[in-house]
């Protein structure tokens, strides 16, 4: 009978070896994952400190009932941005955009312009332009 019991206890013994070991590595993993994301929310909170953008003026190119709406915007903040990465929303719609320049960089103080293309509609327009970080700004505009 006594051989039997070291057996259990030997038995029971490996197996809180194995549930532990498995146990700290899904929690080491966790741990890892958890501080990863705390890592990089604290670099997109700084990221987004740094970016101010300006919508200088938004000038309608009318032509017909169709018009082109030229967007001239500065970089106010000190973060350097992507100029191919904006979202252009007219009157709350999604809108596809071209840009002048070769560089999609785009650094502090840079003014640069836009054109979005195919829009439609009279009266006052609200125009947003948001940043790849999430910075917006805002304008309007009669057609």
Request: proline share 3%; no cysteine; glycine share 8%.
């Amino acid at each position: 009978m006594g051989f039997e019991v070291a057996v259990v206890t030997a038995i029971f013994f490996i197996s809180a070896l194995v549930v532990g070991t498995f146990s700290y590595t899904a929690l080491s993993t966790s741990s890892d994952l958890v501080n990863d994301a705390a890592a990089e929310q604290y670099q997109l909170q700084t990221s987004r400190m740094h970016t101010s953008v300006n919508i200088d003026y938004s000038v309608p190119a009318a032509s017909g009932s169709i018009y082109e709406l030229t967007v001239t915007l500065t970089n106010t903040g000190s973060e350097t941005l992507r100029f191919d990465e904006l979202n252009i929303l007219i009157d709350g719609h999604l809108e596809p955009y071209t840009f002048n320049g070769t560089a999609a960089v785009w650094v502090p103080a840079e003014t640069r312009s836009l054109t979005v293309a195919g829009l439609t509609g009279a009266g006052q327009h609200r125009v947003k332009v948001v940043t790849g970080n999430g910075v917006p700004a805002y304008d309007t505009y009669q057609v």
